[in-house]
């Protein structure tokens, strides 16, 4: 067999996100196959063998790869409508158009939202699908296929939705799938893709849509589905002051205590948004291990509210960070979620070190490693760990005055990517995509687009 192939990073600032918060101000980082050889100050040890490639990175940061805890990708294909609403009208203002995806839009849209992330950082992404219309094609496989030929790490949430207008949820009754069917189709999800494997380039996770879309049977029946597989659970919770006030009418509990009922707590479950938590909901997600995705932008874009992620944090919750669907969040961007988490926070707890530079980042990597339930092998730089990670360029206007190279990454402008490695493999040179046309997805993704608007409008 020949010896794995080596490939050296120089002369760069490292930021290894370990449990120490290792940082080097010039180290080198050594890849052999898919994983992290070795890293340290300096340049590499003399006499490597096999080292194909010897990148000097002079003038960058390398840090742990984004991981991206939150997202829908069939939203691509309707950014910027209802964009004054909050969530609940903007539910009910975009589901009539949402029920209409079929495979090639998915296709189209899961295309545009990875390489929107893949160049900018991302190199974990996760996608919460949960609309299935009667008759749509092969969703999962599109998106899945879609994140295998980009070359991105993915986790895809199976989602799904049976409480429509008929019994009192938002969706239309037409978009949504009977209990019988989501679960049937989520276990058939899991055992066609899911990959246990330590270095799983696809997983699976269950992931009923919200409390106000889904019935109390398909929560925990969900669950147990999910332990019976072994794997991740994920739903959205607390986003708003709307969704408090629906679950005590119709639980007569709030949302914390009522997915506590229903199996919805513990160390293989992940929620996105956790806006309205007070501090029994708080504890409740320390004692439980239940992860958190943080949404700074989404949440502000509908106006929900403020997560309070310091709390979160100071408890003990494991805290990643979420895009969330580009429906409300236009940018579709991971990178810059690391700044306004740190800036959103800080106004939420009136605190001017509420967040630091250091918890951003380490919320952005291994903190959304944590939450997908991948710590061990993703999320920080350190020997063994899979070789996820990416070369921020920070030597030019936008960064080079800037005193340190973190406080640059955070605070400052996007930073531009050079290179972004998955699996020990590159996908981004100089901040195009090598492993797909960015310009074809963009033709594409407006086309679909269209067509969607099309079919919604009746035409
Ligand atoms: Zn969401």
Same mark, same amino acid.
């Given at each position: ?298 949440? *502000? ?12 944090? *100071? ?29 959103? =926070? ?9 967040? =630091? ?65 998955? =699996? ?36």
């Amino acid at each position: 067999m020949a010896a794995a192939q080596r490939i050296v990073i120089e002369n760069c600032s490292i930021a290894t996100v370990d449990a120490s918060d290792t940082e080097y101000a010039s180290g080198h980082v050594v890849i052999v196959g898919n994983r992290i050889e070795s890293l340290g100050a300096g340049r590499a040890p003399e006499g490597l063998e096999n080292v194909v490639r010897r990148i000097d990175a002079t003038g960058h940061l390398v840090t742990p790869g984004l991981v991206n805890t939150h997202h829908h990708f069939y939203q691509w294909i309707t950014r910027g409508l209802a964009t004054d609403h909050n969530l609940f009208n903007w539910l009910v203002a975009l589901y009539p158009t949402w029920a209409r995806i079929d495979e090639p839009m998915v296709r189209s849209a899961a295309q545009g939202s990875l390489a929107m992330m893949a160049r900018g950082g991302v190199t974990t992404a996760m996608d919460h699908h949960y609309v299935y219309p009667q008759g749509s094609g092969d969703l999962s496989g599109a998106i899945i296929g879609a994140a295998r030929d980009m070359g991105v790490r993915f986790t895809l949430a199976r989602g799904s939705m049976d409480r429509s207008e008929k019994d009192g949820g938002l969706p239309p009754d037409f978009a949504v799938e009977t209990l019988e069917g989501a679960l049937a189709g989520t276990e058939e999800t899991v055992k066609q893709h899911h990959d246990s494997s330590f270095d799983a380039m696809t997983q699976i996770a269950v992931a009923p849509c919200s409390p106000f879309s889904i019935s109390t049977e398909l929560l925990k029946q969900g669950a147990e589905l999910a332990r019976r597989l072994g794997v991740r659970m994920h739903t959205h919770g607390s986003e708003t002051v709307e969704e408090e006030k629906f679950c005590h009418e119709l639980f007569g509990m709030g949302p914390t205590d009522y997915f506590e009922s229903t199996g919805w707590l513990g160390e293989d479950v992940w929620m996105a948004h956790c806006v309205h938590m007070n501090d029994s909901d708080i504890a409740a997600f320390a004692r439980t291990k239940t992860g958190v995705a943080h949404c700074p932008s989404s949440n *502000a874009r509908l106006a929900a509210g403020i997560a309070r992620v310091p709390d979160m944090l *100071a408890a003990g919750v494991p805290v990643g960070l979420g895009v969330d669907g580009t429906a409300s969040n236009e940018s579709g961007e991971l990178h810059t979620e690391l700044r306004n988490a740190l800036l959103i =926070n800080r106004l939420g707890a009136h605190r001017e070190a509420a967040l =630091n530079a250091r918890q951003a980042l380490r919320l952005g990597t291994f903190g959304g490693a944590q939450v997908l339930g991948r710590a061990a092998e993703i999320g920080s730089l350190e020997p063994g760990k899979l070789a996820d990670l990416v070369l921020w360029k920070l030597d030019t206007l936008a960064h080079a005055s800037i005193a340190d190279p973190v406080t640059a990454l955070v605070f400052g402008a996007a930073a531009p990517v050079t290179a972004s490695f998955v =699996n020990g493999r590159q996908i981004v040179e100089d901040g195009r995509l090598l492993t797909a046309d960015e310009d074809a997805i963009a033709r594409a993704t407006r086309e679909q687009a269209q067509r969607l608007a099309r079919i919604a409008a009746g035409q």
